[in-house]
């Protein structure tokens, strides 16, 4: 069996100290970190220039390739945008799981949904790819679903406990609240990125009051403070 020699992965060679690999795997493992690459150098231009300008065409210049190359790894464009989505998903859970815990359920949620405004503010080309159509062809699926609520069980958690002890009604199901709570606060950030609430300090005021209005009717009876 044909096999190559990789250094500081897997078991070492007694005799060299360096990884025997076979040749399938190493051209496996080098498909992996050119995908990832490429990855890297389209979240780069959707990061700098925005989505409509994340094409095929733009990345393989970026890399210094040719498109077939993108191609062969991606399929197309959907496909690299999918994987644009997942990192997004990433970077999402990254900031849910950045807010502290608090025994305070309420606060906690009103602090969750702080955090999903800074995401949308900082990756703002991020979050018009995955939740704000910006490429129309692409249309999340099962993979990027379970990313998605991957980086939303946070809030699952939170809501479930909640209901757990009693302090939201668990006459509904904890998907359908986690998915009201989202789509009000998308709506908000949503109607903001087209213009409709003025600056950013006027839209986030719209949003904490959006938030706090929510909390209040979830945690019947008690005050949403943002302080």
Known sequence: MKVILISNEDKPSPSTGRVLKTYQEARLQNTENLRKLVVDAAAAILQ????EAVTVRRVSQKMGCSTKIIYS???NKEGLAQQLYLEGCKLLAQRFEEVPPSSDLLQHLLDLGEAFWQFGQEYTSYYK???GGAF???KPDAESMQGTMTAMSRLLILISTAQ????????EETQTIVSTIWASLH?????YMGGFL???DAAHAVYKQTMALLSRSLFAGRGANWG
């Open 48 to 51: 700098e220039e925005g989505p």
């Open 73 to 75: 790894l991606f399929v």
């Open 129 to 131: 790819l995955m939740f």
């Open 136 to 138: 129309a062809e692409f």
């Open 164 to 171: 757990q002890q009693g302090q939201i009604s668990d006459k």
């Open 187 to 191: 709506g908000v950030i949503h109607l």
């Open 198 to 200: 003025g600056d950013a």
